[in-house]
């Protein structure tokens, strides 16, 4: 079991910056790829970014692609998700995402692990 525990959303004005960090737990396989949705009011959950474990490969949407950034910190077990350049659109609950292998699919039910999910709420 891995247990994925979420930290850094808040209300930010458009055009602001927030980093949301991840912290994995548990039956941490190395070889694990990490990753980040999200699901705003009234839609289905979207995928925004993800890494392999060894930070070799990313793969982003095209929405965020150019202001947000996805890293790890393997010593800590730690992915965050740099989010620059924030708009209206990008509200939403933010879901940490972990998956065996190297895969870097966009399909959420493809993950194996999931966090609790931190909100973010840009104003306009």
């Known amino acids: 079991q891995v247990l994925l525990v979420e930290s850094g959303g808040g209300l930010v004005q458009a055009g602001g910056s927030l980093r949301l960090s991840c912290e994995a737990s548990g039956r941490t396989v190395s070889s694990n790829s990490m990753g980040w949705f999200r699901r705003a009011p009234g839609k289905e959950r979207e995928f925004v970014a993800a890494?392999?474990?060894?930070?070799?490969?990313?793969n982003y949407a095209d929405s965020v692609k150019g202001r947000f950034t996805i890293s790890r910190d393997n010593a800590k077990n730690t992915v965050y998700l740099q989010m620059n350049s924030l708009k209206s659109e990008d509200t939403a609950v933010y879901y940490c995402?972990?998956?065996?292998?190297?895969?870097?699919?966009?399909?959420?039910?493809?993950?194996?692990?999931w966090g609790q999910g931190t909100q973010v709420t840009v104003s306009s």
């Open positions: 890494i392999t474990w060894g930070g070799t490969s990313t």
């Open positions: 995402v972990s998956r065996t292998g190297s895969s870097l699919t966009v399909i959420p039910s493809l993950y194996n692990y």
